[in-house]
């Protein structure tokens, strides 16, 4: 079975570390939900993954094979996708076109709209006239398109209503379903837990003793509190 690795892994910012000897399992088809308070690190840590940032300590690796010399380039090409922060879309294309960015082809295109049939009927929509959870949807699928091994998913639901970020659900659950591995930060906890096999609390740059089946955590919300605090 294909996984990502992070052993021991520290990422520095500036003066010192802001993520500290995480240690990481991701499988493939595996939903992965990273949670924890603002500052705790989660964005440099996915950051790191994806070559964004380099990490200062530890090693990230895929199925065996570390990544430590590869550039974010390499990195993508060895099924690292990853959905930063905002939704970074192109404005002014349409939707077909921001998808034949990583489809390639309109047989790409049709193959990704098979998972996100919402999309159809904005397909020739200029980006920009879309709704916010329209424009994720259309992140998500183009970041499907790229056949990615493993997916980074960093706060898709910022600046949405947690009943439009509920429309994404399913489709990260999809996505997984086809083996992809998903690493999702998120800060609606519940809804991140509610569809995650696994899950750990990041706080304080380090792994909270919160970690292990998401249901888990999801029905203690005294055990996630506590994590949250760092103690």
Known sequence: MS?????????SRGAGPVVSGVDLVLRE?????????????????????SGVIPHSEG????DGRSMAKWGRVQRARAGIAHIEQGRAIF????VRENLL???????????VLASFPELEKRIDAQSALLSGGEQQMVVLARAFAS????????EMSLGLAPVVFMRLLPLIQQIAATGVGVLLVEQFTHLALGIADEAMVLASGRVSHAQGPAKALEQDPELLRRAYLGS
């Open 29 to 49: 088809g595996e939903i992965l939900a990273l949670v924890g308070p603002n500052g705790a690190g989660k964005t440099s840590l996915l950051e790191s993954v």
């Open 3 to 11: 996984e990502l690795q992070l052993s021991g892994t520290t990422v």
């Open 147 to 154: 056949k990615p091994r493993f997916l980074l998913i960093d």
């Open 59 to 62: 090693d990230i690796s895929v």
């Open 91 to 94: 404005p002014s294309l349409t």
């Open 101 to 111: 960015l990583t489809a390639k082809n309109d047989a790409g295109v049709q193959e």
